[in-house]
């Protein structure tokens, strides 16, 4: 077994290594019955039938599986490896298989037609300056302490005491005053 310190490259060699290709390609488990994704979440609809290449790393799974790899970062990395070294009659095996896959989905889900859904763009957080005027609404206790504050855990009845919160400057609590109030 490869240590932890292996690359994802070295990891992948080693997979590929241990492959048996006879049976990725052309494929071992070609059974479109067995091919269809199940629906994880029956609210979103039914499943995008696989192509050709989402196959070709279906049967690099098993295969990997078998030989004790389950690491999915070194499946994804060797099932792209063999794909883009496959030939076109290799690659024409598992579009063929596609293609049964996604007549009989087509029966399971008739009317199915995919429809991506665009992710919300989020937005950066983007931390404010500290505005003068800002600080001289806070109260003057927080601003006027000359020392630090320290909290201690008696505050928090449910942290242990070997647990103490660092030590707060008062530029520190006022612009943790601040963040609070935006």
């Given at each position: 077994m490869m240590t932890e310190s292996s690359s994802l490259s070295d990891l992948a060699e080693n997979l590929i290594n241990q492959l048996d290709?006879?049976?990725?390609?052309?494929?071992?488990?070609?059974?479109?019955?067995?091919?269809?994704?199940?629906?994880?979440?029956?609210?979103?609809?039914?499943?995008?039938?696989?192509?050709g290449f989402l196959l070709c790393r279906?049967?690099?799974?098993?295969?990997?599986?078998?030989?004790?790899?389950?690491?999915?970062r070194v499946i994804s990395k060797v099932s792209g490896m063999l794909w883009r070294s496959a030939s076109t009659e290799e690659k024409e095996?598992?579009?063929?298989?596609?293609?049964q896959v996604n007549n009989l989905h087509s029966q399971r889900y008739p009317g199915y037609k995919y429809?991506?859904?665009?992710?919300?763009?989020?937005?950066?957080?983007?931390?404010p300056?500290?505005?003068?005027?800002?600080?001289?609404?806070?109260?003057?206790?927080?601003?006027?302490?000359?020392?630090p504050i320290i909290y201690s855990s008696s505050f928090i009845p449910d942290i242990p005491?070997?647990?103490?919160f660092p030590q707060f400057t008062e530029e520190d609590l006022a612009?943790?005053?601040?963040?609070?109030?935006?």
């Open positions: 290709r006879g049976k990725i390609f052309p494929p071992y488990y070609n059974n479109p019955e067995e091919l269809i994704n199940p629906s994880k979440n029956r609210s979103k609809g039914p499943p995008r039938p696989p192509n279906k049967n690099v799974h098993k295969e990997a599986r078998l030989k004790g790899f389950c690491n999915m095996i598992y579009e063929q298989l596609s293609a429809r991506p859904t665009t992710r919300q763009k989020t937005q950066p957080y983007v931390v300056t500290t505005n003068i005027e800002v600080l001289q609404t806070f109260p003057t206790p927080i601003i006027n302490q000359q020392q005491e070997m647990y103490q612009s943790f005053y601040y963040y609070l109030s935006v």
